[in-house]
């Protein structure tokens, strides 16, 4: 499955440390950055049933990224 997020990150620095970060917490998710969309977009793949997208935006604003899912 594949969430899509709109951010507030536009710093293509900020975006690779956060998805050190992702990658780190996160194993098992693949995530990249579209900083060239208008809605700085965060896209992630996930394999997990147990996804929880709100519990994953709460983890973004505790590393000060602002996310909300795009529909």
Known sequence: M???FKTNI???EKAAALLQK???R???LQAN????DCDHILRVLYNDSKW???EFICWLNEN???AEILL
């Open 10 to 12: 536009i710093c293509p």
């Open 52 to 54: 929880q997208a709100e």
């Open 22 to 24: 992702i990658h780190r």
């Open 64 to 66: 000060e990224c602002i």
């Open 26 to 28: 996160f194993g098992s």
């Open 33 to 36: 950055f579209d900083l060239d």
């Open 2 to 4: 594949i969430e899509v």
